[in-house]
């Protein structure tokens, strides 16, 4: 298929689609309701006779996202058409919401930027933009499975308008420009909805913008979605069967905790369990679930949330992040009485998970009876399958495989990049994991005050592997490379 010669606001207005551009002729896809006296309009525009295909509207929809979402906007080439000559006074003034983005391609030079941006970003799968002003420039740069890199470079003078534009479009004050300020956004791209958290900061060159994309068509994943080993997704699955106790997911900031509490979630039944969520913000909306967002500004914190989720007769409470003491007794106590607690916690490992709670204050007698399972997680970047090729084993990776006492592979993967990867070498992330369950000679050591050295020996000794070990699957079946996944689990 050919790229789509019509605008996408007109294709989508009319119900018309170039399917494909022939010599002779133009496939075009028209909606069942179209209104059929727009075709010598299509006709003189493309300048070729037209081969007519019929859809129902739902069929129509799906195709014309799909046509559209693959073309090309580079949003470099935007912002580098964007020239000085700038009406300012065009971003003061409220503008309605934006359906699409890809229906604004006539709009002012500053909207189109960040439009352009946005759509960029959605279509390479950024997690986040990153918009920073310097003293002689400003820098544009996406986070691409879980590492930055540069995308534009507007210039220092656009810097403020581009920060009031995107102001407005998440209903913050342009004018509080020395407070840090949190807003949202809600987009659509080609039918596909978007979810956009807006921070502000101020620094000494004008404020620091940061964006957080939120897709939901791809977002949510089942269990069997999140890579997992086999040997890890049955115990995991078995213990979210669990009556009652504590179930902990760890891993610093982006490692994919809420992605797997939100699996985890779906794959429970909630039409015959009562299923609540306090999250801090709510990243995806889960059918079933009651789900309640922290407000600091009313005085809505995790622990005042759980107080009156407790109330509301749930089976299943999930807690976006254990940060205090009363947060983490509250989710004890909950426990204790009858419910499944699934909660995220800061920690490098597993076994840390233990002491961190400890650390904060909660009994370790309590503690021992209670907690059911931990698991820690990272994030490592996929091999391109498009340009990945097996290379031999060098002495440098031979070392560090011996370092970790692994058994030698006959041979590891690269990438070298490709159009398909941005040229980076990597495509997608996914998951390493390191489970710890529950077991009498866990609970004694909870409850005896042992440290980390001695719960992590106990895991291993049952089996359990590390994030490392895990990881070395991964470098085995090709997925990863050797370079990747000591750069993630680098101690």
Known sequence: ?????????????????????????????????????????????????????????????????????????????????????????????????????????????????????????????????????????????????????????????LHAAMASRIKIMSSLDIAEKRLPQDGRIALRLAGRQVDVRVSTLPTTHGERIVLRLLDKANGQRGLDGLGMAADTVRPFAELLKE?????????????????????????????????VTVEDPVEYDLPGVGQIPVNSKIDLSFARALRAILRQDPDVIMIGEIRDLETAQIAVQASLTGHLVLATLHTNDAASAVTRLVDMGVEPFLLASTLRGVLAQRLVRKLCPECRHPVPLSPANRQSLNALGEATPEQLWDADGCPACSRTGYAGRTGIYELITSDDGLEQLIHSGADEARIRAHAHARGSRSLRDDGLRLVAEGQTSLEELLRVTRE
């Open 1 to 157: 298929m050919s790229a789509p010669s019509l605008p996408y606001a007109f294709a989508k207005a009319h119900g018309v689609l170039v399917a494909a551009l022939q010599p002779e002729h133009v496939d075009l896809v028209i909606r069942d309701d179209a209104d059929l006296s727009i075709l010598p309009e299509v006709r003189r525009t493309l300048g070729l006779p037209l081969r007519l295909e019929t859809l129902g509207r739902h069929a129509f929809e799906a195709r014309l996202a799909e046509a559209y979402a693959g073309t090309e906007n580079n949003a470099a080439d935007v912002v580098a058409d964007v020239g000085l000559e700038v009406d300012l006074t065009q971003l003061m003034t409220e503008l309605p919401a934006v359906e699409d983005l890809l229906e604004t391609q006539d709009d002012a030079p500053i909207i189109r930027m960040i439009n352009a941006l946005l759509t960029q970003a959605v279509r390479q799968a950024a997690s986040d933009i990153h918009i920073e002003p310097y003293e002689r420039h400003s820098v544009v740069r996406f986070r691409r499975d879980g590492v930055l890199v540069d995308v534009a470079q507007p210039h220092r003078a």
């Open 243 to 275: 009556p009652h106790g504590i179930l902990l997911v760890t891993g610093p900031t982006g490692s994919g905790k809420s992605t797997t509490l939100y699996a985890a979630l779906q794959s429970m039944d909630a039409k015959t369990r009562n299923i």
